[in-house]
């Protein structure tokens, strides 16, 4: 059995065929230090092909796509990485934009994206979509483009409405919580919650992610993200309000995959970042699917990301 074929063992929602042998294609675990923190990371595919960096949201991890990147070994060679904070890997004082950046990079180069003769194509969820704007903008000689999936992006007077409707304040945000510990596993996994909060389409996925968010911890489980990443969402109003700008300054390829029903990203966005110079960017929304569209429609999404990175 293998590492991935093992993950499925104990979940207990039905899951469908094509889960199943998504997840028995081979993969490996790896691991890179970048100053001094180790990353883990998960590699699929033959390294000859263009390469596809997979990053996740925030307080996530690598299995977010861990169902989604061997539907995409097939045309190229994929990995997806725990941020430092998160998953499995290690945890730092701070998280600059500096090096976030350079562990993406980090993690492209020890994977050998660069056997191919192709620069690898960033493919960012959420949070994951600003550091891999961080990588472009900071290391982008070594990147072919970024597509970023459904992140936070609405015109400015929408996202102060949304920011202020927020339960968390500036101030918490910025706080490190102390770590919760349940003292099983299953009282751990009924307390896992999607941000922002939403149905999802695939039970088994959410269930998936939920077990794969947990580790065992002195007196039962807690959460693999450590408590200090939670200073990375003290990001400011005008930080957030810029982003439109800065992706559509970025030189290099680009693209827009989003939930038609997400919170993050709709139609109007796509009219403001047309509005501010991206008229041939492709956006793609993805049917019934809402900000977390690879745990609603993990086969459209895929798809999605096929058909995009296919043209690059």
Not at 95 to 124: C, D, F, K, Q, W
Not at 173 to 190: C, H, I, N, Q
Not at 273 to 288: F, H, I, S, T, Y
């Amino acid at each position: 059995m293998t590492e991935a074929e093992a993950e499925l063992e104990g979940l207990q929602q039905p899951h469908p065929p094509w889960f199943r042998e998504a997840m028995a294609i081979p993969r490996e675990s790896r691991e890179v230090e970048v100053e001094g923190c180790a990353i883990r990371y998960l590699r699929w595919g033959d390294p000859s092909k263009p390469g596809i960096v997979l990053v996740h949201g925030f307080l996530a991890h690598a299995r977010c796509f861990a169902f989604i990147a061997p539907l995409l070994a097939r045309d190229f060679h994929v990995v997806a990485y725990d941020v430092s904070g998160y998953g499995d890997s290690g945890y730092r004082p701070d998280y600059s934009s500096t090096v976030r950046a350079r562990e993406l990079l980090a993690v492209a180069e020890h994977a050998g994206m660069a056997e191919s003769g192709v620069r690898p194509a960033i493919v960012g969820h959420s949070y994951g979509a600003t550091i891999g704007m961080d990588a472009i903008e900071q290391h982008g000689e070594h990147f072919r483009g970024l597509l970023i999936c459904d992140v936070l992006m609405l015109r400015p007077e929408r996202l102060l409405a949304f920011r202020a409707a927020s339960s968390i304040s500036a101030r918490q945000r910025s706080e490190s919580p102390p770590r919760r510990v349940y003292p099983d596993l299953k009282t751990a996994m009924g307390r896992f919650r999607l941000a922002p909060p939403q149905p999802v389409e695939c039970p088994y996925l959410l269930e998936y992610i939920a077990r794969h968010s947990l580790e065992p911890h002195p007196g039962g489980w807690t959460w693999k993200f450590h408590p200090s990443s939670f200073a990375v969402d003290a990001r400011s109003d005008d930080w957030w309000i810029d982003q439109p700008r800065r992706f559509v300054a970025l030189d290099a390829r680009k693209a827009v995959v989003y939930g038609e029903r997400s919170a993050l990203f709709d139609t109007d966005t796509e009219d403001h970042l047309r509005e501010l110079g991206a008229d041939r960017v492709p956006m793609v929304a993805v049917p019934d699917a809402r900000h977390h569209l690879m745990l609603d429609q993990p086969l459209a999404f895929t798809s999605a990301l096929r058909a995009i990175l296919a043209t690059w």
